[in-house]
Every structure is written in C-alpha cells, then in structure tokens.
C-alpha cells in the first residue's frame, strides 16, 4: 500500500506554535521557545502519523547548551517569533523569491558548488575563507540546478591572517567581468551590528541536522542574535568560551527555532539586518557552527562581522566598494 505525503500547512502550524506558546509561557522567555519548539514539533508529528510515517524528533530538548540558557537569545527569540505572527518575518526558512536576494550567489570549484557568498560590488564577492579550495566561479540564480548565470573568479584573497590569532574566515573574490544587473549589498555600519536583535540568513546550504542533503536551492530563514560581538556572559562564560567565537570580530545567531538555521553549503553566505529604512543591508558572512552545538546545523551559528574587514577588503588591489 503506498504511503500519502504528509499534508502540512506550513505557516499555518508556525503561528499556531507561536499562539499556543504565548498562552503558555507567560512571561518566561526560555518557557516560551521551549512551548514553540514542542508545538510545532507535535503538529509535525500528527501529520507524520495521519500519512502513515513515522517522524524521530528530539522535541524541546536543548541541544546547544549554552545558547538556549542565553536570556539575550530567549528574549530576541521571542520578539522575532511576534514578528512573525504579524506577517512581517519569517520562522521556519522557506525558498527564496526568484526576484529577491540577488546578490546572494553559489560558490564553487569548476566542477561543483558548495559555498555561498554576497557580491558586495559589480565585480566582488565575499564569502568564507575555508571555501578557498574550491572558488573558481560564483552562480547568480535561484537554484544551481536551473538555468542562472555563472561568472568566473579572476582573484581570490584569503584574509592574510586566516586561522592566526583569529579565526579570519574570510575571502575575497574579484569576478573576472562585472556584474551589472545584480545591486552590490550595502555593508551595515557598526552601530546598526551591534545593535541587531536579529536578521535574515540565505544561502545555498543543505537542509538536514547533518549537513549533508539539500545544496543548491537558495533558501532564507531569519533567526534570532545571541551575542552581536561577542562580548558578554551566558550562564558563567563568556561568550568567547561558551560558543567559540572571537571577541569584536564575530557575532552569534540561531539555535533553532524549529530547527532552522544555517548549515553546510551556507559557509560564506549572508546575515541580513535591517537599516531604520527596513532595507536589508550586509552584517556578516556565515562561518561556523557554535562550539557547543550538537549538530552540524541547526544549534547556532557563528557570523563574521563585515564591518570589523571593510578596511582590508578595500584596501585589495583591483576592489572598490560603493
């Protein structure tokens, strides 16, 4: 006997989720995140069941230690989740609108792809520096699998301290002709950063806890900020130690909100914020997981701040930034 595909409607079950756990919660932030996970979680798992599936879950149990007890996260989290019941953001990821993002490209070698990155200027692209082995040619498209336009790499620059001192996971890459159809992305100013409660990540990455499954379509999904600089303390440690970040340069975002984050594939791509004009301007470029996350994706993730680099991605030969 076949089995029927299990009928959800999406949207429907997130700000069912968010109802249910603003009833629940009072208000106790960490009680709130938890009520929407399990909701959400238990509305999946019926309609699994109704399709004749079976659905392995993890619930509301925490994953990421150290985020999930991070008042600043719990806080952001929930403000983003009222946003989304308001129609104005978007909890869960879904793909991305064939006009929007454009800047937003795959990155790969001439036979793959496998990062993402964000043209910052017609001809410039910046992504992470650990996709330095395969960066030959970046995709402007919706999905990787269709027809889009490929451009080839003429320079790539690893940041010259990449892994000394700091983590440095960045690159520049320099197009071999300039792209003119495609706005470049404003970078966000420092104070805007250090301010974000939240934003808006996309790219091209895989779409399982594992990292393994899903690379090519262009996705978003916008996710609480836990620590935009990583400064500050969660639960006895700093914010250095608690999530593995380096402190002035990096900002940690995430920990699912029904399982959505950045994951492998995504390496490069970027974090969206929003200016006091609501335009999506660029804050960092996706680097890592935390370091007390479980999972590949899925328990937070760790951003490069652009601002902290504009001075040495303008100073390389051949770059312009607007």
């Known amino acids: 006997m076949p089995r029927r595909e299990v009928s959800l409607d999406h949207e429907a079950a997130v700000r069912g989720a968010i109802e249910y756990a603003e009833k629940r919660a009072g208000a106790d932030d960490q009680a709130f995140v938890e009520a929407l996970t399990a909701r959400f979680d238990q509305t999946v798992r019926e309609a699994s069941r109704a399709a004749g599936r079976f659905r392995v879950t993890a619930g509301a149990a925490p994953r990421s230690f150290h985020i999930y007890k991070d008042a600043r996260y719990l806080a952001n989290a929930r403000a983003l989740a009222r946003r989304t019941l308001a129609g104005t953001r978007v909890i869960g990821g879904r793909p991305v609108a064939a006009d929007a993002f454009l800047d937003c490209v795959a990155v790969g070698s001439d036979d793959e792809w496998g990062c993402t990155g964000t043209l910052i200027a017609s001809d410039v692209v910046v992504t992470a520096g650990h996709c330095a082995d395969f960066a030959t040619r970046v995709f402007f498209g919706a999905n990787v699998a269709q027809p889009g336009r490929a451009v080839k790499v003429k320079k790539a620059v690893l940041h010259p301290k990449y892994h000394r001192g700091a983590k440095n996971d960045l690159m520049v890459l320099v197009l071999a002709e ?9 970078l966000a100013a420092k104070t805007l950063i250090d301010k974000a409660t939240d934003g808006r990540a996309v790219g091209f990455g895989n779409v399982d806890p594992m990292g393994m499954f899903g690379y090519g379509i262009k996705r978003e999904v916008d996710v609480p900020v836990a620590s935009p600089s990583c400064r500050g303390t969660v639960d006895g440690h700093d914010d250095a130690s608690a999530y593995g970040c380096d402190v002035g340069l990096e900002f940690v975002a ?7 984050d950045s994951c492998t594939g995504d390496s490069g791509g970027p974090f969206y914020i929003q ?3 609501k335009q999506w301007v660029l804050a960092g470029a996706t680097s890592r997981a935390t370091s007390s996350s479980m999972n590949n994706c899925g328990d937070g993730g760790i951003y ?9 991605i303008d100073g390389i030969a051949g770059v312009t930034l607007p």
């Open 304 to 312: 490069v701040r652009l601002d902290r680099y504009r001075a040495w």
């Open 275 to 277: 200016d006091k004009a």
């Open 178 to 186: 300039k792209v003119t159809a495609v706005a470049p992305r404003p």
């Open 254 to 260: 995430g920990r699912p909100l029904l399982e959505r």
